[in-house]
Each structure stands twice: as C-alpha cells, then as structure tokens.
C-alpha cells in the first residue's frame, strides 16, 4: 500500500501545475458548497430561534373553544391544569409559558394597522422574548424596556409597525379588538419598547400584558392562548408530541385530529365543523411556521443544483487531467503490467492519486471555510433588500457551520471525486502491457 501511495503522490508532484489547478478548483467547490450549507443552517437556526420566540414553542398545547357551531375562536379554557401537567410530566421541558392570542387594531394619532397580538407574562418569558433585540425609533431615542409589559397598559411594537404609526417609546396607543360576541373593545396603551425587525415574522406580531388581552376580550383568568413549551433537544419534539396526545387523551380532552398548519390557517375549517365546546390541538414549531418551509426548500434546492453543476465541472477537469496523465505514463503502465503488477493495482494506482488530490483539497477548503464562517459572523454582514429581510427573517447573514455539514461536505465531494477517476483508471488498467511498452 505504501508503494502506491509513494507512486500516486510523486505523480501529484511530478505534475505539480495540472494538480495545482485541479486542486484550487475542488478547494472552490467546497468552500462554496460548504458556504452555502452554513448560510442555509444559519436561515434554518435563525428561524427555529425566532420564529419560536415569536409565534411558538417547540411543541404547543392550543385549541380552539366555539361558543357556538359557527364560531372559532383560538382559546383553551381552564388551562391551570394543563400548564400544571407540562411542569410535572415533561421532563424534557426548559421552559414553559402560556400566552393569550388576540387580533385587532392599534390606533396612533397619524395611522392605524391591523395586528395579531400576544398576551405575554413577562415573569415567564425571559428566555424567550428576551432574545429579540430593541431598537430606538425615529420618535424617541430611547428602544425601551421590554420588562415593563409586566406593568398593565403596555404594549411592544415591532419596528415596521412604530414606523407606519409613527410612534416611539412613551407614546399613547390604542388597541381596539373585536371579542367573540361581535362587540369591539378599546384599551389605551404606553409602548414600552421597540423591538428591532426579524423579517417577516415582525409584521405579525406585536405583545400586549396577558391580563390587558384578557380584559379586551372579557375573558375568564383561566382561559389563555397556547401553552407553549420549549425542549432542551429539538430532537426530542415527536416523542413529546405523541406522549401529549395520549396522556390528555387518556385524562378525557377531546383533540383535534393532527393538522400540519399554522393555528390561523385552521379557523375556516374549525367554523365549518359541527361541535362547540373545547377541543385542543397540539402542534410544533415546523406546525406553525410551516408557511415558511419553502424559504428553506428553495435554499436548499439552489444549493444541490449550483454544487452538483460546479461538480460536474471539476470532475469533467479531473477526468481529462487523469487521462493525460494515463496517454504521458503509458510506458510506465506497460512496464509496470509486465514486471507483475495486476489490472486492479493499476486501477487503485490512478484512483489513489484522485483521492490523494480530494482529500487533501476538500479538507483544505473546510478548514478555510470554519475560517470565513467566523470571520463573515464578526462582520455582520447586513441585508440591504428588504425582500430579503423579510423571508429570512434576518437583518444580518448568518454562517452556521458545524462538524455535521463538514462531515456533509467532506465525504460527498471525496466520493465524487474519486468515483469519477474510475473511467480512466479503468482505461489505464485495461492497457496491453507489450502495446503501452512498444508505444512512444
């Protein structure tokens, strides 16, 4: 084995110019493969991070209660005891808070918006709303304090919406919502805070203090939103969710059949159905963002088809280079078949020098990239498009590269690499051995 490798790696040298191209072009390819890997586990972590910040837990405890066959409101009465079970049988649980869902207007003195609206306690959410970034608006030079939605008449306002307002963090709002018995209510609220936009994300959020919602909408204490409950390992998300399911089955909550939709796409479907009361739906976050798969689809799609495309090119590269290297050696080969060597040790000869070539170029392209990753992440490198802003939910790119998207890398280019010197290292291998040694 030392032998070939010794013969594989002074060819190598011995064309130091040809393998130096080839090289370069395989360290190109996986850094831009790996690059694009990183950016696209950055959009995937970015959203997880914040879109269950925003809008969901990990796994959530909702439902919807109809005071009437045509009703669907987004509510779970008598939730104590369900909050008291996530607690006690979910041992897998970091961090469980409930919220109050509510839809309706906010009304500054210049402008008015519709807005969906969370109900937050903030005793509970400091892990959670606590990873959003403020940021002081064009009125007020200050950002806020997000820990004052503690305090009743408080509201926090993404920045898109305190731009169309035109408010800041002092000012008086009010927030008018329609309740369940067709009746409009009205609060006036301080804003607290302004919280810096996560893409699209921010045009559908804003957070009131629970007991504010629960007043505007005439509800009980006991009733709230969702109850939304955060893992210690993501992995962990399917046995939870079934585990749920069967233990509030088995106490007598009637569920709703699995849906794989956000909780507002389901209101047509719930008004149409012929029941009233309580039932909950017990969903997970890809449940609830399930309307932004496709940003993370289409990454993904682009990703495959720029690699396999610049893949081919390099291993169309590495095959033309392979097969001048098999028409120089061909004296070489002859003499080396007629002194003993057999057919398949010709073929691991040639073969050795193309995995010789990807391994050692892919690893050198990885660490270069683990490299621009850390450096790209220090830069905060911004996003100037606001299209782009809004679907990957991000004012800044984000690089996550870890030790599964370089294992990822590292062996699906060796292995494409290497399989494609299979064509002249068979041509090499079938060479005659009085024919390679007679030609000049």
């Known amino acids: 084995m030392n032998v070939y490798f010794l013969i594989a790696y002074r060819n190598i040298l011995q064309r130091r110019v040809r393998s130096l191209m080839l090289a370069a072009a395989i360290v190109a390819v996986s850094v831009i493969f790996s690059l694009l890997l990183a950016l696209l586990q950055g959009v995937q972590d970015t959203m997880v991070g914040n879109g269950t910040a925003l809008m969901t837990g990990h796994v959530n405890i909702a439902g919807f209660y109809k005071i009437s066959q045509s009703s669907a409101n987004p509510q779970v009465t008598k939730y104590p005891p369900l909050l008291e079970y996530a607690k006690e049988k979910i041992p897998e649980a970091a961090v469980i808070v409930d919220r109050v869902k509510a839809y309706g207007k906010v009304i500054s003195e210049v402008d008015s918006t519709m807005i969906p609206m969370w109900g937050v306690n903030m005793d509970q959410e400091a892990n959670v709303l606590g990873r959003l970034e403020l940021e002081a608006s064009a009125e007020s030079n200050s950002p806020g304090d997000l820990k004052k939605l503690g305090e009743s008449g408080t509201i926090a306002l993404f920045a898109v919406h305190a731009k169309k307002l035109k408010v800041g963090v002092g000012d008086m709002v009010t927030v008018s919502v329609p309740t369940y018995r067709n009746m409009n209510n009205t609060k006036d609220v301080k804003v607290v805070a302004i919280l810096k936009d996560v893409g699209m994300m921010s045009q559908f959020n804003a957070y009131l203090n629970a007991n504010d919602v629960r007043a505007l909408y005439q509800s009980k204490p006991d009733s709230t939103g969702q109850i939304m409950i955060y893992l210690k390992k993501l992995a962990d998300v399917p046995a939870v969710e079934a585990r749920i399911r069967k233990d509030l089955s088995d106490k007598g909550y009637v569920l709703m059949d699995k849906d794989a939709n956000p909780f507002w796409m389901k209101f047509d479907r719930v008004a149409g159905e012929s029941w009233t ?23 993904s799609v682009l990703t495959f088809i720029l690699t396999i495309v610049l893949s081919i090119i390099i291993v169309m590269g590495l095959i033309n280079a392979l097969w001048m290297s098999v028409k120089e050696r061909t004296t070489e080969i002859g003499t080396l078949r007629a002194i003993g060597m057999q057919k398949s040790k010709v073929l691991w000869m040639f073969m050795l020098e193309s995995l010789i070539l990807s391994i050692s170029s892919t690893a050198a392209g990885l660490i270069l990239v683990g490299i621009m990753s850390q450096a790209l992440n220090a830069a905060a490198i911004p996003i100037e498009s606001d299209a782009f802003k809004m679907f990957l939910m991000t004012n800044n790119l984000s690089f996550h590269f870890g030790v599964a998207p370089a294992l990822t890398t590292f062996f699906s280019l060796v292995t494409f690499f290497t399989l494609g010197s299979l064509i002249p290292a068979f041509q090499a291998a079938k060479l005659s051995p009085i024919v390679a040694i007679n030609q000049s």
């Open 277 to 299: 009361g309580q039932k909950l739906d017990i969903t997970t976050w890809e449940d609830e963002t399930s309307f932004l798969k496709w940003v993370v689809s289409l990454l």
